[in-house]
């Protein structure tokens, strides 16, 4: 036994070393090509079989403001014409996509992602909810799910998410020490997670996803250890990890994180040991790689 785990230790290290894509979509952004286009998108869209549920996955790339250590397709946007503006191309885009399929396709699961999809606001999230009702038939009981900046998460919105269906809300927890909040470019106090919880809970919304990362700046084992814990006392159903990705040479905001702050290979490797770890001793399950 104690040869097998030392055998997996020695494959993390050697390939843990390899410059790869996230393996986060398939296929990876690496692999996208311009040889793929309207007609290919449009033969898939005619092949879906109307008779299977399918996953629908809406993406809002604006947030009020811009984390260090972001690597997703988003950008600040404060101005509200902006917003609305990407809401109408939304709706557009999805009357000219079910005007493809061959009949009223059933929905699933409903998953709004970003960015922070709730920038939209109620009001904007209604709107383009009566057009996916209008051009699809959503199943009974269908998971709807959108990630949430707990910041900006209030009894209002909470509210107006709970009247639209959304039974499942993730939160970007990241990380609760104040130090690694600085250093990202993301101040969140403990308080402001537990208030959106609360409010989340208060309307309705009982599946809770917290969002968490390792090898930002400044983390050690024993300040994960503590956001474990910290994160274990409010009770979510899921626990996401993520390594932290740092693509300077990609993402302009991530120029501004301290490298000499980042922890070395080695000490990731036992971050990301760590937390599963930690999760397991206070009674989760471990579902994902």
Not at 94 to 105: F, N, R
Not at 202 to 210: C, E, M, V
Not at 246 to 253: G, I, Q, R, T, Y
């Amino acid at each position: 036994m104690q040869e097998e785990s030392a055998a997996v230790n020695d494959a993390v290290r050697r390939y843990a070393r390899l410059q790869v894509p996230r393996y986060t979509s398939y296929p990876t952004a690496a692999e996208f090509t311009t040889n793929v286009g309207v007609t290919d998108q449009r033969r898939w869209l005619t092949g879906i079989d109307a008779r299977e549920a399918v996953s629908l996955y809406l993406h809002v790339p604006y947030c009020r403001e811009l984390c260090l250590y972001c690597g997703c397709n988003t950008r600040k946007a404060v101005r509200v014409d902006v917003i609305s503006a990407y809401r109408e191309a939304l709706e557009r885009e999805i009357v000219l996509v079910s005007d493809v399929m061959s009949g009223p396709v059933r929905i699933a699961r409903l998953h709004w992602g970003g960015g922070t999809p709730s920038i939209l606001g109620a009001d904007g999230l209604a709107s383009v909810m009566r057009v996916l009702h209008d051009r699809f038939v959503f199943e009974a009981g269908y998971e709807h799910a959108i990630e949430l900046d707990p910041r900006y998460v209030t009894d209002k919105l909470a509210e107006g998410l709970r009247a639209l269906g959304v039974n499942r809300a993730s939160l970007g927890v990241q990380d609760v020490n104040p130090l690694v909040q600085a250093a990202i470019g993301r101040w969140q106090p403990m308080q402001a997670v537990e208030a959106a919880v609360a409010h989340l809970r208060g309307a309705g919304i009982q599946n809770l996803n917290f969002d968490l990362i390792y090898g930002l700046p400044l983390q050690t084992i024993a300040s994960l250890r503590k956001t474990c814990e910290i994160v274990t006392a409010l009770q979510p159903d899921r626990v996401a990890c993520y390594g932290y990705a740092h693509m300077p040479h990609l993402k302009a905001n991530q120029r501004r994180i301290d490298e000499s702050k980042l922890p070395g290979l080695e000490e990731r490797i036992d971050q990301a040991g760590t937390i599963p770890e930690e999760f397991l001793r206070h009674g989760f399950r471990k579902i994902g790689i």
